[in-house]
Nanobody, 115 residues
């Protein structure tokens, strides 16, 4: 099993920046892809950004050019650098990793962007 712990959420003004972290532990050798998702009340969880073990990245159109996903292999930690934040970025952000037989999720960290 893999355990994921997110950190770095908080309250920020529009135009500001935050960096989210996701520390993975346990059977991390099975992981072949990592991602950040977000969810607001009444809406489905959506992919924000993803990165594979090979380094390929993917971003939601709404965050392209503002958010950057990265990974520190030595620390088994995933990051999401969020710049030029907008009120519509307000959500609970979840870390996700994919293993061959299971998906793992963190408990989420709240990001609130004030206007």
């Amino acid at each position: 099993q893999v355990q994921l712990v997110e950190s770095g959420g908080g309250l920020v003004q529009a135009g500001g920046s935050l960096r989210l972290s996701c520390a993975a532990s346990g059977d991390t050798g099975c992981i072949f892809a990592w991602g950040w998702y977000r969810q607001t009340p009444g809406k489905e969880r959506e992919l924000v950004a993803g990165i594979t073990n090979g380094g390929s990245t993917d971003y939601a159109d709404s965050v392209k050019g503002r958010f950057t996903i990265s990974r520190d292999n030595a620390k088994n930690t995933l990051y999401l650098q969020m710049n030029s934040l907008k009120p519509e970025d307000t959500a609970v952000y979840y870390c996700n990793v994919e293993c061959p037989t299971w998906l793992y999720w963190g408990k989420g960290t709240l990001v609130t962007v004030s206007s």
